[in-house]
């Protein structure tokens, strides 16, 4: 049995666009310039195989060593929880339709300031 963690979003980070990597967009987070005011013993995030490998960051295993049995089932396991918070995702897109297609245009730095403050609220509010 897994012991499923909250999923509250607890740390997000706004500013970069789309065109940015995921993993890239996490290293510009509070979590992970400063994990120690984040994360006590034994605690953890997740991230997908893009991310780098931390005490802190558990990732997937890659091939070959994803092969083994019991890398197999970690693997399965862990994709459970990025499962949910995909989830967690959709629902607060459920909740702000307006966050599935921010239908803004933007051509200037106020413009995205603005798009970026627009997410922000939805987030807070949520």
Not at 65 to 73: A, G, T
Request: proline residues 5%; negative net charge.
């Amino acid at each position: 049995v897994v012991n499923m963690p909250n999923l509250h979003i607890i740390d997000y980070v706004l500013g970069p666009t789309g065109s940015m990597h995921d993993s890239s967009a996490f290293e510009l987070s509070d979590m992970a310039k400063n994990p120690a005011a984040w994360f006590s013993d034994h605690e953890w995030v997740w991230g997908d195989s893009a991310y780098a490998l931390r005490p802190w960051c558990i990732v997937p295993y890659k091939k070959p060593h994803s092969l083994f049995q019991n890398n197999e089932i970690f693997n399965y396991h862990l994709s459970k929880i990025r499962i949910k918070s995909e989830h967690t995702i959709g629902m607060l897109k459920g909740c702000f339709s307006s966050l599935c297609g921010l239908h803004q245009q933007i051509s200037t730095v106020c413009d995205h300031l603005l798009a970026l403050k627009w997410v922000e609220t939805c987030l807070v509010l949520h």
